[in-house]
């Protein structure tokens, strides 16, 4: 069975406000509580990471859409595209409300990048989001290999560039090594 474009569009547009709204009850701002919306937030320990619309974890997301491109294919072969896109948006919507629970926030705040983390946004949620579809799009588009060159080479790069990335993210919610905590604190 194939859904129809419109009824797609529709479901996504219901997760995207389900998202909102449970991160809005959870007390989550909208927009950063500096008052503006800026397209990119270079900096992560400011109080402006996760608040506007991309910043270095977007990748993470965006490498989200990858994997969940990958799995759901493997898993569901005769689910159509935009079927599978439906779901992977559902599974980052949830995410990212998990990601927003006070308690997610307080462990990710015992993290040496993440002091100061008081959650995202709800437009920089949204935009995660948003950035996964991306990835999702992309990883169906694109040759596989490029695709695991393309995670390869972000993973790479943020972890490079600020300590950080999604492989060290996932690691330290599930474990914090101290290797790991000295090494992104700068020692």
Known sequence: MSLRP???AASIVGVFAVQALVLYAFGQPWI???GYVKLWEGVVASAGNSQHLSDWYTFSHIIHGFLFYLGLWYFFPRMSLLQRLVIATGIEAGWEIIENTPMVIQHYREQALAAGYVGDSIINSLSDT???A????FASRA???ATI???LGLEAWVGYSIR???TLNVLNLIYQFQ???DWQSGG
């Open 6 to 8: 419109a009824f797609v």
């Open 32 to 34: 950063c509580e500096c």
């Open 130 to 132: 948003v950035a996964m």
């Open 134 to 137: 991306i990835g999702f799009i």
């Open 143 to 145: 040759p596989i290999v």
């Open 149 to 151: 060159l393309i995670a």
């Open 164 to 166: 950080d990335g999604l």
């Open 179 to 181: 290797f790991i905590k």
